[in-house]
């Protein structure tokens, strides 16, 4: 079994999208370790996405990601991260397939309602940054 780390952004939470995602999660056969509903202080988000801290969109995705509550979750299942890759869709909704989250309920390459871990070395710290081991049931 594999775990993988994923948020549901602030755009999805607002709009009343977390329900449908989490079914959409469900459905597609993950099992649920954690969820909790937070919202991140500037130093959290700055933290979380330092690594593209030297890149041009670094400041509105720290922005973002604190205008409102998210919903942070570990999924688990086998080929965990690539399975939630294929669900959650292109990082562009206009290029993602049909039936993807992002495609159902994404506004733009921006707002994209839905972040993923890409590797298992990213779920290895994504995870930690926002669940202890004992919180994973």
């Known amino acids: 079994m594999e775990r993988t780390f994923a948020i549901i952004k602030p755009d999805a939470v607002a709009k009343g999208y977390t329900g449908g995602i989490v079914t959409m999660i469900e459905k597609a056969g993950f099992s649920i370790l954690a969820m909790r509903k937070t919202r991140l202080s500037?130093?959290?988000?700055?933290?979380?996405?330092?690594?593209?801290k030297e890149r041009p969109f670094y400041g509105a995705l720290v922005s973002f990601m604190t205008e409102g509550p998210v919903v942070v979750l570990v999924l688990e299942k086998e080929n965990a991260i690539a399975d939630w890759r294929q669900l959650m869709g292109a990082t562009n909704p206009a290029n993602a397939a049909d039936g993807t989250i992002r495609k159902l309920f994404a506004e733009n390459v921006e707002r994209n309602c839905v972040h993923g871990s890409d590797s298992p070395e990213s779920a290895a710290v994504e995870i930690p940054y926002f669940f202890t081991t004992a919180e994973l049931v």
């Open 42 to 52: 500037k130093e959290q988000a700055g933290g979380f996405y330092a690594v593209h």
